[in-house]
Structures are given as C-alpha cells and as structure tokens.
C-alpha cells in the first residue's frame, strides 16, 4: 500500500509540475504577443524625439524575445530564428538595434552600450536581404555627420557593405573563392574610400541581386549572359591590377 501510494503521490507531483510549466509557458506565449505593441511605440517615440522614453519600449521588445528564447537579450542571435520565416522579425530586431546604437550615441558614457548595440545591429544584417538597405541606412546617417564617435558608426558601414564577401555576379560567374572574385572585391575596397566610388557600390548592391535572381530563374540567359560577363570580368580585372602595380611604382 505505501509503495501505491508513494507512485500516486509522484505521479501527482509530476503532474502539478507540468500544469505548471504549461501555464508559463501560456503566460510566456501571451507576453510574446505583447512584443510588437512595444516595438511600434518606441518607433513612433523615435519620431516623436523621445529618445529615452523610446530606449526603454526597445528595451522591453527586445527583452521580451530574449524570455521567449531563454536567453540573455545580449545573446540574440539570428541562429535563434529561422532565416526565411522570420525575416520580417530580423529586419525588426536590427532596426531596434539600429535606433538603440543612436541613442546611446548620444552620451559619452554610454559608448560601450552603443558599440554593443552597433555589433548586434551588423549580426542581424550581414547576410541577410536587407542587408544593403540596412548599409544605406549607416551611410546616409554617416553623411550627416551626427554621431558622436563618427569611426564606430562608419566602421558598422565598412563591415556592412564594403568588406562584406558578397560579390553576386562575381560569385555566380566564377564561385565565391575564385582568385577574380577575390579581386573584385579588393576593388570595391579600394573605391570605397572615395563618395563616388561608394554610390558605385550602392548601385551594384541595389540591382545585382535582382540581376542574379532573374538569371537563376532563366537558365538559358544565364548561361548567354555568363559566356559574355565571364570575359569581361577578366579584362577588368587585368585592368583594375595593372592600375594597381603602376601606381605603387610611381608612389
């Protein structure tokens, strides 16, 4: 009898276990919903000028998904979420991140917080979509001379745009560590320290992954497009060197 006993009184241990892990479980998935309202009022505070009231809506947003995934908020990562299905979230998250870098900016003693929020802000933008989008944001924010520690904020853009390793067409022609691809992109470094050479990469990144996508879906102007690009890239190449080893002669 008290070895039945015993069972019964474990099996109902377990059970008031469980209904209470459901029921946090409820409550968390109920707090989950609760994450956007936060999001779109630090958004329009961010309009508003609010900065602080704005910080701390982006705060509880981001806390929020850091409960959902049992995590510190500083160790969200885009591996928690799935790459296609939530990428709308991602986007969101690195706006959130974006704003916050802002308005830490604006203290000297909160520099460290915005350098957090400035590298939190490039893990949840390099190698996504959005990416280039999220590069012009930097540089347009860059070109108006704002920020307090102006080489934080264009170092974000350097890593974002130019030494980013996506070369679309070089890639799709010759593969992503091919010796002309690795070249091209010691090209768009070397433009990038100038502002027109910086519209060029822009304009490179804003058209070529639409270029890339549509040859994907058309086999047959791939191939056309690539027997054409493929010796084109090369004599670039040989060009853009040639440049190169003339003027480290004559420097």
Not at 78 to 101: N, Q, R, V
């Amino acid at each position: 009898m008290a070895k039945k006993f015993g069972s019964s009184s474990s099996n109902k241990k377990i059970s008031d276990e469980e209904k209470k892990e459901a029921i946090k479980r409820e409550q968390l998935s109920i707090l989950f919903r609760t994450r956007l309202s936060h999001l779109k009022r630090a958004q329009q505070l961010v309009r508003d000028d609010r900065i602080a009231a704005a910080v701390d809506s982006y705060t509880k947003y981001l806390g929020i998904l850091a409960l959902y995934f049992d995590v510190p908020e500083a160790k969200l990562s885009p591996t928690l979420f799935h790459a296609e299905k939530d990428m709308t979230e991602l986007l969101l998250i690195s706006h959130a991140y974006w704003d916050l870098a802002k308005a830490y900016d604006r203290s000297p003693n909160l520099q460290i917080d915005c350098l957090r929020c400035l590298e939190q802000f490039m893990k949840f933008t390099i190698g996504f979509k959005y990416q280039h989008v999220n590069a012009q944001i930097v540089r347009k924010f860059n070109n108006k001379k704002h920020a307090h520690n102006p080489k934080a904020f264009e170092a974000a853009y350097q890593r974002i745009q130019v030494n980013s390793k996506k070369c679309y067409i070089a890639t799709s022609c010759f593969g992503e560590f091919h010796p002309i691809t690795e070249q091209l992109r010691d090209f768009k470094k070397s433009i990038s320290r100038h502002e027109r050479g910086r519209d060029f990469i822009d304009i490179y990144y804003n058209y070529s992954p639409k270029l890339i996508e549509y040859f994907e879906t058309h086999s047959n102007i791939k191939a056309v497009s690539e027997f054409f690009i493929r010796p084109f890239l090369k004599a670039f190449v040989w060009i853009f060197l040639h440049y190169v080893d003339n003027k480290k002669t004559h420097s």
